[in-house]
């Protein structure tokens, strides 16, 4: 079945933690998974797998890779919305086995010394950032990198204080809640992420690679934004998760 499915290769992974997001982000549950044969894949930063819970099932899902490639374990990221795939994930345990195909996808992150780095991420578009600044946290790498990260509430934001150390090897963050227009106490900026938003944290954003990430709503709003400020396709590269 899955090789008429075009997903071969997959391994067989063993979930080794489960770390779910309360008391912030509770409807975010992190999978850390490890090859039962020891044979971790390979795979660039900004990459998915498809997950599928029986080699015979032809319900899967994918699932951007929020580890860096140096960890002999892969994580996801998964916002548990009750959905058909979401819902069989809510029963698995540590110690339960799960499939994983080969990562593949072309939102790969090439760190760029001469520009800066815009990641725009909305809810659990986050998850790839994850990765890559992991990844270049492992290698020691500082870049600028403008992360905006737009959010319902600011509780949804995951893994708020790892965010924040990524400060010392270059990132600004800048996060945008949609919903709490009312919080006195809130410091950063409201509603989506839009061009004035960008315009007004990054000066050279005209020269910047956008690496985008979220809905295919906020992708198309934002892509059709950039291209009227003159930032070329090239410049542009976005993971579009389905609605
Ligand atoms: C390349 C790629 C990478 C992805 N990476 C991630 C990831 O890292 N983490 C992650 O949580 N999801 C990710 N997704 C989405 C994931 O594949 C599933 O669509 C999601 O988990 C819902 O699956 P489901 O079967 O539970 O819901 P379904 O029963 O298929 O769908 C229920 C409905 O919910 C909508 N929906 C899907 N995701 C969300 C959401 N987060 N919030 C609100 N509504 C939603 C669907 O569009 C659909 O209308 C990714 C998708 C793609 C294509």
């Not at 770390?19 to 090859?35: A, L, Q, W, Y």
């Not at 725009?120 to 990198?145: E, H």
Request: negative net charge; charged residues 25%.
């Amino acid at each position: 079945m899955l090789g008429k499915m075009g997903l071969k290769p997959f391994s067989i992974y063993e979930i080794t933690e489960l770390t779910h997001g309360e008391p912030d982000s509770p409807r975010i549950v992190s999978f850390k998974m490890r090859p039962v044969d020891g044979q971790r894949f390979d795979f660039v930063p900004g990459m998915f797998s498809s997950l599928f819970l029986k080699p015979e099932d032809k319900l899967f899902r994918s699932y951007s890779i929020a580890s860096s490639p140096n960890e002999d374990y892969m994580e996801f990221m998964i916002e548990m919305i009750n959905g058909k795939f979401t819902s069989l994930l809510a029963n698995l345990k540590v110690g339960d086995e799960i499939y994983v195909s080969e990562p593949r996808g072309a939102f790969t992150y090439q760190p760029d010394s001469q520009h800066s780095d815009l990641f725009l991420a909305a809810g659990i578009g986050i998850a790839p950032f994850f990765s890559m600044l992991r990844f270049l946290r492992s290698r020691n790498l500082k870049r600028n990198i403008y992360l905006f990260y737009s959010i319902k509430h600011k509780e949804d934001i995951v893994n708020s204080s790892e965010l924040q150390s990524y400060e010392d090897i270059g990132l600004k963050l800048v996060y945008t809640v949609t919903r709490d227009h009312g919080d006195n106490n809130w410091n950063g900026e409201r509603g989506r992420i839009n061009m004035q938003m960008i315009k007004n944290h990054v000066e050279d954003f005209a020269s910047s690679t956008v690496y985008l990430c979220g809905g295919i709503k906020f992708v198309k709003d934002i892509v059709e934004e950039l291209k009227s400020e003159g930032i070329k396709d090239e410049q542009i590269k976005r993971d579009i998760w389905g609605e």
